[in-house]
């Protein structure tokens, strides 16, 4: 079943705008994982913020994390054309066995 | 390879047949997953190995499906008996440890049941 909920579920920006998703989730969890999937390939990681943490940042990417709201948004910065893909939030409530629990996914479009 | 391989990358096949879907992980990875992405059910969990071990399969939608993964490395899931809400795509997934680690994701096997 679904734990995460992704808002929105469509997003268009023109080049160089910046891009917020959010996820929110229902269960306690270990950390919480962004996912980006271009069209007919598989899932790549972009990051991982743990339950103690409360924001992270890689290159462009901002990501934070409310556990008492159980939410967590993902900022992209300066967007580019090729940052058009579906962006997914997955929590993992630890040990492996449960495997990442995702959401339903934001399918972003940049308009060059 | 660098990355989580999968093979085929597509299949097409008639309802009732049996398919074999193959993952070779990120080599070192001891955790395996495999995962179930569909239209109408987004990406479902399935199974998790940690090391040859699968310690819970209730994750799998039906009896027709099974998984084993031999060496510490390579996977099979296989479906018998393949349905048409069999369709989907099957993506695999490695990590270094299932501990707070990101997951590798292959491209997936795109299943098609006619």
């Known amino acids: 079943s679904q734990q995460g909920e992704e808002d929105p579920q469509a997003l268009s920006i023109q080049e160089g705008e910046n891009a917020t998703m959010n996820c929110s989730y229902k269960?306690?969890?270990?950390?919480l994982q962004w996912y980006r999937q271009n069209s007919g390939r598989g899932l790549v990681h972009l990051i991982l913020i743990r339950s103690n943490e409360r924001e992270k940042h890689s290159g462009r990417l901002r990501v934070t994390l409310d556990t008492s709201k159980k939410s967590s948004s993902l900022l992209i910065t300066a967007s580019r054309a090729a940052d058009t893909a579906s962006y997914f939030c997955?929590?993992?409530?630890?040990?492996?066995?449960?495997?990442?629990?995702f959401g339903k996914g934001t399918h972003l479009i940049i308009q060059p | 390879g660098a990355g989580v391989s999968q093979s085929p990358s597509n299949k097409v096949t008639e309802k009732g047949k049996d398919v074999e879907l193959r993952c070779d992980p990120i080599?070192?990875?001891?955790?395996l997953y495999w995962y179930r992405q569909s239209l109408g059910q987004g990406l479902e969990f399935l199974i998790y190995?940690?090391?040859?071990?699968?310690?819970?399969k209730s994750g799998l939608p039906s009896d027709r499906f099974s998984a084993e993964r031999t060496g510490g490395s390579v996977s099979t899931l296989t479906i018998q008996r393949t349905q048409q809400e069999d369709s989907a795509v099957y993506l695999c997934?490695?990590?270094?440890?299932?501990?707070?680690?990101?997951?590798?994701f292959g491209d997936g096997t795109r299943l098609s049941i006619l």
């Open positions: 080599s070192g990875h001891t955790a």
């Open positions: 269960t306690s969890i270990n950390n």
């Open positions: 997934a490695s990590s270094f440890g299932s501990y707070n680690q990101p997951q590798h």
């Open positions: 190995f940690q090391g040859n071990s699968a310690p819970d």
């Open positions: 997955a929590t993992d409530r630890g040990g492996g066995a449960d495997g990442l629990t």
